[in-house]
C-alpha cells in the first residue's frame, strides 16, 4: 500500500514537471522565433518605402515693400551624386577575409546592405549588381562582380 502512495506522488511530479516545461518555451523555439523575427525584418528592409509626406506649406508672410537682390537669392539645390562604380581592376583586389574598411577602400560604399544573421553582403550598386559577402566577423566570405 505504501508503494502504491509514493507511485502516485512520483506520477503527479511527474506530471506537474511536464507542465511546467510544457509552458516555457526551449531553446530551440526561441532560437526558431528570433529566426523569424530576423527574416521578417530582413523584408522590411528590402521593401520599398513610402514617399514622404510633403512638408507643411510655409505660412504666408506680408509683402514687403523692397525687391530682394537677385543675388541673395536660394542656390538652386545641387542634383545628387551617383557615387563612382567599382571597376573591373577594382574587383580583382578582393581578397577572402579582407575586413569592411578594406573592401570600402578597394570598392567605394556600396549601394546596398543586407544584413542578416550569420552575414553581411554590400550590394554595388544593388541587387542587380556585383556583390560581397562578408561572415559573421566581418570578413570577406566571398564575392560576385557585376555581369559586363
Known amino acids: 500500500m505504501h508503494y502504491r502512495g509514493v507511485l502516485v506522488g512520483m506520477a503527479i511530479w511527474a506530471a506537474s514537471g511536464v ?16 529566426e523569424q523575427r530576423v527574416i521578417e525584418l530582413e523584408r522590411r528592409l528590402d521593401a520599398p518605402q ?3 509626406a510633403p512638408a507643411p506649406a510655409a505660412p504666408a508672410r506680408a509683402p514687403t515693400t523692397r525687391a530682394a537682390p537677385a543675388a541673395a537669392a536660394a542656390p538652386a539645390a545641387a542634383e545628387p551624386v551617383a557615387a563612382p562604380q567599382p571597376t ?10 579582407m575586413t ?5 577602400a578597394a570598392l567605394g560604399k556600396p549601394g546596398k546592405k543586407r544584413i542578416g544573421v550569420m552575414s553581411e553582403i554590400w550590394f554595388y550598386p544593388d541587387a542587380d549588381g556585383g556583390s560581397v559577402e562578408f561572415d559573421r566577423d566581418g570578413r570577406v566570405s566571398g564575392w560576385s562582380e557585376p555581369p559586363r
Not at 507542465?19 to 528570433?34: I, M
Not at 569592411?100 to 570600402?104: D, G, L, M, N, P
Request: net charge neutral; aromatic share 6%.
Open 100 to 104: 569592411w574598411s578594406q573592401v570600402s
Open 50 to 52: 513610402p514617399a514622404a
Open 88 to 97: 573591373a581592376a577594382d574587383w580583382q583586389t578582393l581578397r577572402k577575409g
Open 19 to 34: 507542465a511546467l516545461a510544457d509552458s516555457e518555451p526551449t531553446v530551440e523555439q526561441r532560437l526558431k522565433a528570433l
